[in-house]
């Protein structure tokens, strides 16, 4: 029996590691163009300006991160395919849920909050992972590409603390 050497081990063990980033970037494709459909949705039902300015924008930023994805995947010589990110429906399914307990307002404001920051640390936790893959692969753009990503999500994540601490919690309280 012919025993792999280390070397060939490593080349089988790095694309491995390369199917599994594929995988992880099918899987963001997925979670980001739910998320969009669940902020879409939610900034509609937004009272206070200030979290409905910053619901918009993070729509925008997150459009850029569909196509990053797309862009990420094409590097690797992969394409979106049909991969439901699971987690990332049950986020929504959630947030969905908890909005329709609630009538537009204050309290409704600090619902989607709390859904959307939900939503924010998985990506945040998910583009850590792929960031850690790309940069072990030495898949240097692509790594710079996601750490764009999850530079904006992170600070999305902030600005919802933020509002709630600077606007939405005084709103709930007073109602
Ligand atoms: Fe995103
Ligand atoms: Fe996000």
Do not use: F
Request: aromatic share 2%.
């Amino acid at each position: 029996m012919l025993l792999p050497t280390a070397q060939t081990n490593g080349v089988i063990m790095k694309s491995e590691v390369r199917e599994l980033l594929v995988d992880q970037m099918k899987d963001a494709y997925s979670a980001e163009k739910q998320a969009l459909r669940c902020m879409q949705r939610a900034v509609r039902k937004v009272t206070a300006p200030a979290l409905k300015e910053g619901i918009q924008a993070h729509v925008e930023q997150t459009q850029t991160h569909i196509e990053r994805v797309e862009q990420a995947l094409d590097m690797l010589g992969a394409r979106p395919g049909r991969k439901v990110c699971e987690a990332m429906r049950g986020l929504v399914e959630e947030a969905q849920h908890e909005m329709e307990e609630h009538d537009k307002g204050p309290v409704m404001d600090l619902v989607i909050v709390a859904g959307m920051q939900r939503i924010e640390h998985y990506e945040i936790a998910a583009y850590g992972v792929d960031i850690a893959l790309a940069k072990a692969l030495g898949e240097d753009a692509l790594m710079a590409l996601l750490q764009t990503t999850l530079e904006e999500e992170k600070q999305t994540d902030m600005k919802l603390t933020e509002v709630t601490q600077q606007t939405l919690m005084a709103d709930a309280m007073a109602d």
